[in-house]
C-alpha cells in the first residue's frame, strides 16, 4: 500500500512539472519534453490506482495538481495571493484530508466485517 502512496506522490509531481512546462515552453521541442512528462504522470497514475481506492488517488492527485498549480503562479509567475484564493484552497485540503479519512475508516470496517 505505502507503494501505492509513493506513486501518488510520483504522478501529482509529475503532473506539476508539465504544468508548468506549459507555461515556459518557448520552442517546439520543450512540447517533447512536456509529452514525455504526460506520459509518466498517467503511468504513475495508473499504478496508483492499482491498490488504492481510484476516487481517493483522483481526488488527492487533482488536489495536490489544483494547491501546486495556484501556488506555482504566486511563486513563480507573478500572480496574487488573496484571501478567497487562500480560502478556497484550505477547503480544498480538508476535503482531501477528509476523503481519505473516510475511505480509511471504510476500509477498516470492511475488513472487520462490518460493513
Not at 518557448?26 to 504522470?41: E, L
Not at 478556497?88 to 482531501?96: D, E, M, Q, R, T
Request: charged residues 15%.
Amino acid at each position: 500500500m505505502n507503494k501505492s502512496w509513493f506513486y501518488v506522490a510520483m504522478t501529482s509531481f509529475f503532473e506539476l512539472v508539465w504544468i508548468f512546462g506549459f507555461n515556459v515552453a518557448s520552442a517546439w521541442w520543450h512540447w517533447i519534453f512536456i509529452v514525455v512528462c504526460i506520459a509518466i504522470d498517467f503511468h504513475f497514475l495508473a499504478k496508483a490506482c492499482e491498490n488504492l481506492p481510484t476516487g481517493t488517488v483522483y481526488a488527492v492527485f487533482a488536489g495536490i495538481g489544483t494547491v501546486g498549480t495556484a501556488l506555482m503562479d504566486v511563486f513563480f509567475f507573478d500572480q496574487s495571493l488573496s484571501a478567497g484564493k487562500i480560502f478556497f484552497i484550505a477547503v480544498l485540503v480538508i476535503g482531501v484530508i477528509s476523503l481519505k479519512l473516510v475511505d480509511d475508516k471504510e476500509e477498516r470496517a470492511t475488513a472487520k466485517g462490518t460493513v
